[in-house]
């Protein structure tokens, strides 16, 4: 009768709350020999949403709940284990959620994701800089393997790491300090296949290549990730179904990254010294009616080795060795 009980209050709960793709199933999913009831369901809206994923101790009548709930524009989601769930007692819970809401495990994130993580741990704003009003040095090095298209995955991650990519709640102490970094990679690919590297540039030296979000360069058998839109980091689209990367133009060793940010009509330039790995975030919002990087017949941005910037009604224009000489006096570590 309790059980009965139960499913009809979460009928109920759906129904009211407007939540899609649920399902309910019962089993003795911690082994104790009692019924529990395991329940998921999407919740969302045009711009956020997620799974939610619950099972109910049949025994205690506890609840335990994990969600990749939030924004569509984020690459990246982490995921806190609540204290109950860390519990040796709640491990098979813990396990059972896990099998319904996350993609396939990694122990180690590859070049792309590391170079968010990386980043989260070295980037600073400047207030008073000539050109840029953020800095990531991610210290990133060559991988020399064959490119992998990244995919969907997550990492176990705790601690300093942990902290720097998540505001912890004061709730979680510091032994429960667990949890699972999801990344969410199929935004990366302009088609299901997953095989969308589109080349941008090149030269002697480099070719650069990027995807809808991320931008590789690839010297002879080696490559490396230099940008990715990160919402929490570098900013991105509202959605990750909209490119944010317009355009990648190379000059010698650095890159200039248009960043679109779509639907508020205004864009970003990145300057990124491809050796070093050093970014630099051009202080500037741009419309995307007033300016552009030579990439159709509208008023160029780029010309010759001078960058000219319409700002507010007035036309500044800037030598690009002086803005790649500062770019490389903004090393946050020492190599």
Not at 6 to 14: E, G, S
Not at 30 to 44: C, P, Q
Request: a neutral charge.
């Amino acid at each position: 009768m309790q059980k009965t009980l139960t499913l009809i209050f979460y009928l109920i709960f759906c129904q009211v709350f407007g939540q899609s793709d649920s399902k309910i199933s019962l089993g003795d999913f911690n082994n104790d020999k009692a019924v529990d009831t395991l329940k998921s369901f999407y919740e969302g809206g045009s711009s956020f949403g997620g799974k939610h994923v619950q099972i109910i101790n049949g025994k205690t009548n506890e609840m335990h709940e994990l969600t990749n709930d939030g924004c569509f524009c984020e690459i990246k989601k982490t995921i806190l284990i609540p204290s109950e769930l860390n519990k040796t007692e709640n491990q098979l819970f813990l396990e059972t959620i896990k099998e319904q809401l996350l993609p396939e495990k990694k122990n180690v994130p590859d070049p792309s994701l590391d170079w968010i993580i990386r980043s989260s741990f070295s980037n600073n704003k400047l207030d008073n800089n000539s050109f840029f009003d953020l800095i990531i040095d991610p210290q990133t090095n060559w991988v020399n393997n064959k490119f992998e298209y990244p995919y969907n995955y997550y990492i176990d991650i705790k601690g300093d790491t942990l902290n720097q990519l998540h505001n912890t709640p004061k709730r979680f102490t510091k032994k429960d300090n667990k949890g699972f970094l999801v990344y969410y990679a199929h935004n990366h690919y302009r088609n299901k296949a997953g095989d969308s590297l589109q080349v941008s540039d090149s030269n002697s030296l480099y070719k650069t290549f990027h995807t809808s979000h991320g931008v590789v360069v690839k010297k002879e058998d080696f490559y490396k990730w230099v940008f990715i839109s990160d919402f929490s980091l570098t900013g991105a689209p509202e959605k990750l179904r909209w490119e944010s990367i317009k355009s990648v133009k190379l000059f010698d060793d650095y890159l200039i990254v248009r960043q679109d940010l779509p639907p508020t009509g205004t864009y970003r330039l990145y300057v990124i010294n491809i050796e070093t790995g050093i970014c630099g975030r051009v202080k500037y919002d741009f419309s995307s009616s007033n300016n552009t990087i030579d990439d159709d017949k509208k008023t160029s941005l780029i010309q010759g080795k001078s960058i000219i910037l319409n700002i507010e009604e007035k036309q500044l224009k800037y030598k690009l060795k002086n803005i790649f000489k500062e770019l490389d006096a903004q090393h946050l570590t020492k190599k």
